[in-house]
């Protein structure tokens, strides 16, 4: 059985698609159709059903796919024997939540780019529910971001701090009371996601002291939340850290609440039973040290 087989099968599964694992790949469609079909000749049953215009697993599918990437895992732990004092190599995949991504992680991406050249790095912004599972499931090697309840028995959790969210607003915002329970604010919450961590603490805030609102806007890009609101269109609850420079310069303001300066903590996770590449052991040593700099005030 060709590792090359089952790299391309896991490779369709966590990409999507044929057309998206040969991008990634380097191959053409054409080759990955035929490595996957000569796979399913090799074990005698298909892998993959159609269903409409998707491909989903099939049962036995979801069995070789756990299986493939204990192999693959195997593989890469043979392949990197020998490696130790040497410069880390192959693929690293770390999902984060995007406020880390956008505002905190840059230096730490910047320095392994720097530190492991020979390492591809796949980054991806993933809401915190999505990260764990994507961690269960093989889809990625590490998970930055907000503890939603992530589960211990699987995860190997490591905790680096914890950042204040607060309740922002434009400094012209004319409904800043969220103390005073029971009242109807005609103001909007702009906000992303519904499984957004920021946005449920802060719906079942307003729920417990009976506020309604006019309206949601969801929006799925921090940067642009953070836009609109600074123009006026309403209200939101985001890492203090997001807002840093809009806070000091006036072009945002914090609104005072209970809810607001709660402090939200931050985990790094990985699999278990996941053997630790010393690519994950930089990468993890990386986001340490700009945790302690952060700390301690000094500059990246």
Not at 81 to 106: F, H, I, K, N, S
């Amino acid at each position: 059985m060709e590792l090359k087989n089952l790299r391309t099968f896991q490779a369709v599964v966590d990409q999507g698609s044929y057309q998206r694992a040969a991008e990634v790949l380097g191959y053409t469609q054409s080759t990955v159709t035929v490595q996957i079909q000569q796979l399913e000749e090799e074990l005698g049953v298909p892998l993959f059903q159609r269903v409409g215009r998707r491909m989903v697993l099939t049962q036995v599918g979801e069995s070789a796919l756990a299986q493939a990437r204990e192999l693959l895992l195997a593989a890469d732990r043979l392949s990197n024997l020998g490696q130790e004092g040497r410069a880390p190599t192959g693929t690293l995949r770390v999902d984060m939540a995007e406020t880390l991504l956008c505002y905190r992680m840059q230096p730490v991406i910047q320095a392994f780019r720097e530190q492991a050249p020979q390492v591809r790095l796949i980054i991806r912004s993933r809401n915190c529910l999505q990260i764990p599972e994507n961690i269960r499931a093989g889809v990625c090697d590490l998970g930055l971001g907000y503890d939603m309840d992530w589960n211990r028995e699987v995860l190997e959790v490591e905790p680096l701090g914890e950042y204040e969210i607060v309740l922002l607003a434009a400094p012209d915002f004319a409904h800043p009371d969220f103390t005073t329970p029971g009242q109807h604010k005609p103001v909007s919450f702009v906000t992303d996601e519904p499984d957004s961590i920021f946005r449920r603490q802060l719906e079942r805030y307003l729920q417990e002291r009976d506020i309604t609102l006019d309206e949601t806007i969801e929006l799925w890009s921090i940067e642009t939340i953070k836009r609109c609101v600074m123009s006026g269109l309403g209200f939101t609850f985001l890492p203090r850290f997001v807002a840093a420079d809009a806070l000091a310069d006036g072009r945002l303001v914090e609104l005072s609440a209970p809810i607001s300066g709660i402090r939200d903590p931050v985990l790094c996770a990985r699999h278990k039973k996941r053997w630790v590449t010393p690519a994950m052991e930089l990468f993890l040593r990386l986001v340490r040290e700009e945790l302690v700099r952060e700390k301690s005030g000094k500059k990246s």
